[in-house]
Nanobody, 125 residues
Framework: QVQLVESGGGLVQAGGSLRLSCAAS????????MGWFRQAPGKEREFVAGISWSGVETNYADSVKGRFTISRDNAKRTVYLQMNSLKPEDTAVYYC??????????????????WGQGTQVTVSS
C-alpha cells in the first residue's frame, strides 16, 4: 500500500504561481514513476504531468507545457508540481498518483494506482 498526501493548493490570481507537493509513505517510493492529474467541476480527470522513478523522464500535457514543471526528491519521498503563469482554466482539484503499469501511456489513468485525496487550486481572473 502507498499513501499519498497532496498539499500546496490555494487561491491565486492569473499569472501567479503555486507549488504543489505530494508526500508518499508505504512502498518504496523511489521505485515508481509518479503522475499529476486534475479534475475541474463537470469535467473528466485529465493528465497534467508525469515523472519516471529516476526523474530523468518527464511528460506533460500540451496545455501545461512551458508553464508547469514536475520534479521529485526521492530522499524526501515527495513529488512536486511547480505551476507558473497560472490561468483560470487551470482551476481544478489536483491529484497525484503512483505509476505502476508502465505499459500504459503517461496520460492513461490505467497506468496509475494509489491516488491522493487531492488539493484545490483556484485561479482568479
Amino acid at each position: 500500500q502507498v499513501q499519498l498526501v497532496e498539499s500546496g493548493g490555494g487561491l491565486v490570481q492569473a499569472g501567479g504561481s503555486l507549488r504543489l507537493s505530494c508526500a508518499a509513505s508505504g512502498r518504496t517510493f523511489s521505485n515508481y514513476g509518479m503522475g499529476w492529474f486534475r479534475q475541474a467541476p463537470g469535467k473528466e480527470r485529465e493528465f497534467v504531468a508525469g515523472i519516471s522513478w529516476s526523474g530523468v523522464e518527464t511528460n506533460y500535457a500540451d496545455s501545461v507545457k512551458g508553464r508547469f514543471t514536475i520534479s521529485r526528491d526521492n530522499a524526501k519521498r515527495t513529488v512536486y508540481l511547480q505551476m507558473n503563469s497560472l490561468k483560470p482554466e487551470d482551476t481544478a482539484v489536483y491529484y497525484c498518483a503512483v505509476s505502476t503499469k508502465n505499459y500504459f501511456g503517461w496520460s492513461d489513468y490505467r497506468r496509475y494506482d494509489y491516488w491522493g485525496q487531492g488539493t484545490q487550486v483556484t485561479v482568479s481572473s
